[in-house]
Nanobody, 120 residues
């Protein structure tokens, strides 16, 4: 089994910054990619940012230039640095990991979610 433990959410004023962390532990053979999703009240879950083992990144248009995703492969940890936060960034942020078994089978795991609230 694999666990994803998130930390770093909280309440911040508009224009402020937060840094989210997500550490994966357990029976990990290989991690293909890790990322962050968010779900705002009344909205669908959306991809915020993703990073592959090789370091390739992708971002939602709404966060480009403000958020930065990074990864420590040795620690199986992914980070999301969020700057210039806006009230519309308020959401529950979920860590996501796409893992592969020794046979190549893929597995997807999710963290429990961490609340980010941006006040105006």
């Amino acid at each position: 089994q694999v666990q994803l433990v998130e930390s770093g959410g909280g309440l911040v004023q508009a224009g402020g910054s937060l840094r989210l962390s997500c550490a994966a532990s357990g029976s990990i053979f290989s991690i293909n990619s890790m990322g962050w999703y968010r779900r705002a009240p009344g909205k669908e879950r959306e991809l915020v940012a993703r990073i592959t083992t090789g370091g390739s990144t992708s971002y939602a248009d709404s966060v480009k230039g403000r958020f930065t995703i990074s990864r420590d492969n040795a620690k199986n940890t992914v980070y999301l640095q969020m700057n210039s936060l806006k009230p519309e960034d308020t959401a529950v942020y979920y860590c996501n990991a796409n893992l592969a078994s020794p046979t190549g089978r893929g597995y997807v795991y999710w963290g429990q979610g961490t609340q980010v609230t941006v006040s105006s």
